[in-house]
DNA sequence: CTTACCATGTAAGGCGTTACATGATTCA
DNA sequence: TGAATCATGTAACGCCTTACATGGTAAG
């Protein structure tokens, strides 16, 4: 019932590329998958617990230079389950923009309100479009190393396709308002 | 705690545009709003008795040719509280791509998969891109008699030109994992 | 020495989906 | 007459966030 859990699946392939610990794991959901998904803590450790419980991952402790830690691996039937997962066909792809909700209820807003909710919007755009270019630029440098980083590079190049279309769309936006207001 | 809810902030937002029965209010979920917001019976219905609760919202029985609704209209303190509301800085734009995320650990996936969900998404958007320039259209033709239109075309309008972004991207993504097949 | 960051966790509770239930009406 | 659509709802339950709690270490 209720929507399908995929969070184990997201942490067993983030465990796929290199064994983490919890508070790592959330540093990739806050900064690699950030554009396209998230994870708070109070999910990641629980699933974690349950991935062990599940014989899908398995745990270590890690001692670097007096800071201990928990590092989880993927185990090979948590390599199985993922695959599993990964050849599924893909549930459901979904946005959630409130600022386009705002927008269609532009009307009982009014154009200056619209107009801040698009600058507000483009702004927060151009900064992550920003951010990808460089983790774009960080990946080019290195694909020729490591080829399994051309997926990662593929998901960032469609950040970069949709920002910039974003960002587009903003400008025509703004255009047109202005163009009513003059009427 | 948990998510700021805002489901009643849509639905008053709706209610602002025409007075509504919840059965319709789930279409304008499903065709309208599709791209960008979603919810299910399960929550508007309830949503909708917690409106009038509130006085944020009247209920009228109506009888169209033997068939029986409740259509809700938004009350005047439900118009303040939805501006209130709308004038708000936008608190998320949220995006969740279980494609992305399967192409991002598309090492473990395999090329042939990774390109097998890239189609499916290809015709997905494809088929969602034909439906809003159709919608573009049908608005631009009553544009001029109702300006408020205007706004709905701006959401229109932004769907289109990041689908067409996503198309354009899924072309180069398959050319570049098909050149990874010759080497 | 104090701020920031590393690190792990739990509890409460909201949100919203899925599945179930029911019944009328329209249309083929 | 049967399928599709109109129409309204509830119960169970899963998911996940927020907030709280705790403590160690690195750096300025």
Redesign the interface.
């Known amino acids: 019932m209720a929507t399908e859990k ?1 969070l184990d699946c ?1 942490i067993l ?1 983030l465990l ?2 290199e064994e983490l610990s919890g508070y790592e794991i959330k540093k990739r959901m806050d900064t690699t ?1 950030h ?4 994870a708070s803590y109070g999910s990641i450790y629980p699933t974690l617990h349950d991935l062990l419980r599940r014989g899908l991952a398995t745990k270590a402790i890690c001692i670097d230079s007096k800071r201990k830690k928990d590092v989880y691996q993927i185990s090979e039937q948590g ?1 199985i389950y ?2 599993e997962w ?2 599924l ?21 009014g154009k200056e ?2 107009m801040q ?1 698009i600058d ?2 483009q702004t ?1 755009i151009s900064s992550q479009l920003q951010q990808l270019r460089l983790a774009q630029q960080r990946l080019q440098a290195c694909l020729a190393k490591d ?2 980083h ?3 590079e ?2 960032v ?2 950040g970069i ?2 920002y ?3 960002l ?2 903003c400008e ?2 703004k255009a ?1 308002l202005t163009e ?1 207001e003059e009427t």
Do not use: C, M
């Open positions: 995929k997201v392939g796929s590329h998958l554009y396209f998904w998230g390599r993922l695959r990964l050849s066909p893909v549930d459901k792809d979904e946005l959630r923009y409130e600022t386009l909700l705002k927008l269609f209820f532009g009307n009982e807003l309100g619209v909710h507000t919007f927060k080829p399994a051309q997926y990662y593929l998901t190049a469609f396709q949709s910039e279309a974003y587009s769309w025509r936006a047109i009513l």
